[in-house]
T-cell receptor, first 112, second 113 residues
Framework: AQSVTQLDSQVPVFEEAPVELRCNYS??????LFWYVQYPNQGLQLLLK??????LVKGINGFEAEFNKSQTSFHLRKPSVHISDTAEYFC??????????FGAGTRLFVKA | EAQVTQNPRYLITVTGKKLTVTCSQN?????MSWYRQDPGLGLRQIYY???????DKGDVPEGYKVSRKEKRNFPLILESPSPNQTSLYFC????????????FGPGTRLTVL
């Protein structure tokens, strides 16, 4: 069965520090990978997605993620975070069908 | 402006009292989906619809019904709500089911007493 594991439930970090949010997935077939962000009291919005091609994907707000097929990972990174990046981040996987599987989420707390 | 709207945004109800959460989109998307979000579990798909009159179960369909009579609307129906359906519910739409970006509504927080 397909699954998505976000390895950290909470990540506290100081403003202007780098951050990495980790995501691993299990699938024996090719997948499409997504990162969504949920700001407080809002719905989710897309940060970036990997469909094919270059394994380094750049998204909005300075975020990027790298697809690693051998390690079945899709970690999200940002070189310097801002207070406004405080949110919950969800990794998601689709195998080309009608179902997208979401991870449990990682809460990013950016401290001044 | 592209929008996904959900109503109501907040609802407190009692066990067994039928309720409907509405979802409407103005993007002419064919694919729509309902999720529930619970702490530590992320989002789990309840039902999805590929087009008008075409729906199918997601991963947690028990206790829920949906209908898709018009392209823009995809209501979620709880015929007899129970406390374990207390959750945050999101409607999402996309042009396609697998590679397209999903656009989420603002959420409906449901409490069943």
């Amino acid at each position: 069965a397909q699954s998505v594991t976000q390895l950290d439930s909470q990540v506290p970090v100081f403003e202007e520090a780098p951050v990495e949010l980790r995501c691993n997935y299990s699938s024996s077939v090719s997948v499409y990978l997504f990162w969504y962000v949920q700001y407080p009291n809002q719905g989710l919005q897309l940060l970036l997605k990997y469909l094919s091609g270059s394994t380094l994907v750049k998204g909005i707000n300075g975020f990027e993620a790298e697809f690693n097929k051998s390690q079945t990972s899709f970690h999200l990174r940002k070189p310097s975070v801002h207070i406004s990046d405080t949110a919950e981040y969800f990794c998601a996987v689709n195998r080309g069908g009608f179902k997208t599987i979401f991870g449990a989420g990682t809460r990013l707390f950016v401290k001044a | 402006e592209a929008q996904v709207t959900q109503n109501p945004r907040y609802l407190i109800t009692v066990t067994g009292k039928k309720l409907t959460v509405t979802c409407s989109q103005n993007m002419n998307h064919e694919y729509m989906s309902w999720y529930r979000q619970d702490p530590g579990l992320g989002l789990r798909q309840i039902y999805y619809s590929m087009n008008v009159e075409v729906t199918d179960k997601g991963d947690v369909p028990e206790g829920y019904k949906v209908s898709r009579k018009e392209k823009r609307n995809f209501p979620l129906i709880l015929e007899s709500p129970s406390p374990n359906q207390t959750s945050l519910y999101f409607c999402a739409t996309s042009g396609g089911p697998s590679t397209d970006t999903q656009y989420f509504g603002p959420g409906t927080r449901l409490t069943v007493l």
